[in-house]
């Protein structure tokens, strides 16, 4: 006698379809926008993410797609490490939602991530930020974060 075994998520016609989270769309949407141009010409942009776990992946993937955009490829690396670390971070602390927002003026990248609802907490991301960050600090639910996009990093 043969048996089968057909897991729940299976239908009789084969594996039932995952639908991507809001982050993981957005984070595609994104993508999809910076490389056919169409992610404007503006040097800034924000994103309101949902607070789950798909922050993380999804703000690192917007994060270098909107610097390669720019032409901050050769940025993209730390930026993504440093969002990534905030992120999280915000995460960890319970935020309900969660802001990234990027701006770029004069030769100078400025990332924000703000978490509504966030308990507070300590910054265990302060050692990765102070080596690889021009500056940075914590305002209220707002972590934030500047690098210079050319020449060498001054304080501001």
Do not use: K
């Not at 982050?23 to 926008?33: K, P, R, T, V």
């Amino acid at each position: 006698m043969r048996t089968t075994t057909q897991r729940h998520h299976d239908t009789p016609h084969g594996p039932a379809l995952r639908v991507p989270s809001w982050n993981a769309l957005l984070a595609i949407a994104s993508g999809l926008a910076a490389r056919t141009g169409r992610a404007g010409q503006g040097r800034e942009v924000s994103w309101m993410l949902s607070a789950r776990p798909s922050a993380v992946p999804s703000a690192r993937r917007m994060t270098a797609a909107r610097l390669t955009a720019w032409g901050l490829r050769e940025h993209a690396a730390t930026v993504q490490l440093l969002v990534g670390e905030l992120v999280c971070d915000t995460l960890g602390r319970g935020a309900t939602t969660i802001r990234l927002a990027l701006g770029l003026e004069e030769g100078l990248l400025r990332v924000e991530v703000e978490g509504g609802g966030l308990q507070p907490g300590p910054d265990p991301y302060q050692p990765v930020l102070a080596r690889l960050a021009c500056c940075w600090g914590v305002a209220g639910q707002v972590a934030w974060f500047e690098l210079p996009t050319s020449g060498p990093c001054a304080p501001h």
